[in-house]
């Protein structure tokens, strides 16, 4: 299943992905005659699990063939909604650094020993289709394509061999980045928390729907020039390990975001007389297999 969040009266309201069009969920649950309670947020599908997703879909195939009239009432077309982060309101967002091998040869630091950990908070959540404010303090702006895992289950000091197990599901993500800011200090915070830094989505695709997250193509363009492309292969420490290791850190709770990593390609790899940084008009877009592509506008302060 493919979850999204869009905007409407103000408020994110929950769609679902389908081959007509993003089902509004709320509405077609209210304007169910089952009576069959079910979730109508994101968090709600995923704090659920794998019984409410099937219920969900369920649900869906059930007034598609029973009701097509009312299900088609409740469909919007993609291009036309303002689209949300996939999920709005985790918890935690913990991103890892250093992940891919060439990546970190290409930043001239060692292949690290565990995985490094850095957060970012809800301010730097953004949608498909959005403008990324670029900061007036920095002028070094930096993109990074990155695979998101979504936490399903609350995790706590879990195995590696059972880690997938906590996932609900995964997202394409860019975990943008204000080099200056960020290389100021040994901690990297300043440079990774701006407004609008981590556009993720647009759509949170279940576990079930992608197979193995370290199989997947990951690309990156600026205005159509490829700059990323590359394979979640290449990750230093995987899915798996990376789950495990922060739920010996930390407890993971549903709809925790885990940005996985960049590989090779970004601004700061090139030598720093060839470094072209972000500016204002540029057009990203971060494409990942199974999970769709983001893509954002810069726009100067």
């Not at 949300?84 to 991103?95: H, S």
């Not at 900061?135 to 880690?163: M, Q």
């Not at 980045?177 to 990297?188: E, F, P, V």
């Not at 490829?226 to 930390?250: A, E, G, P």
Request: hydrophobic share 35%; net charge negative; glycine share 8%.
């Amino acid at each position: 299943m493919k979850l999204m969040t869009f905007m409407k009266d103000g408020v994110y309201r929950t769609g679902v992905k389908t081959e007509e069009g993003v089902l509004d969920l709320a509405a077609a649950v209210q304007g169910s005659t089952s009576g069959e309670p079910l979730p109508t947020t994101v968090r709600e599908v995923i704090a659920g699990g794998d019984s409410t997703r099937e219920a969900v879909e369920a649900f869906i195939a059930q007034l598609k063939s029973d009701s097509p009239e009312q299900y088609r009432a409740y469909l919007n077309h993609e291009e036309e909604l303002t689209i949300g982060p996939c999920v709005t309101d985790p918890e935690k967002l913990i991103c890892i650094g250093l992940n891919y091998r060439k990546h970190a040869e290409e930043s001239n630091m060692p292949i690290p020993a565990y995985p490094i950990l850095f957060n970012k908070f809800n301010n730097t959540l953004n949608g498909h289709g959005s403008d990324v404010p670029l900061p007036r303090t920095s002028s070094e702006v930096d993109y990074e394509a990155e695979l998101g895992i979504v936490i399903g289950r609350t995790a706590k000091y879990v195995s590696e061999e059972d880690a997938l197990d906590y996932v609900y599901g995964y997202c394409t993500a860019n975990d943008l980045s204000a080099r200056d800011l960020q290389m100021r200090t040994s901690q990297w915070l300043a440079g990774k928390s701006c407004d609008g830094f981590s556009p993720i989505g647009p759509y949170l695709v279940s576990a079930d729907e992608v197979g193995d997250p370290n199989a997947l193509a990951i690309s990156c363009t600026v205005n159509g020039e490829l700059r990323q492309s590359s394979n979640t292969s290449d990750m230093i420490f995987n899915c798996k390990q990376i789950i495990s290791y922060v739920s010996h850190c930390m407890t993971l709770k549903p709809g925790d975001i885990i940005l996985t990593g960049t590989p090779e390609g970004v601004v700061l790899g090139y030598p720093p007389e060839k470094r072209v940084y972000l500016k204002d008009g540029d057009v990203v877009t971060v494409s990942i297999e199974k999970l769709g592509a983001i893509t954002n506008r810069m726009v100067s302060e």
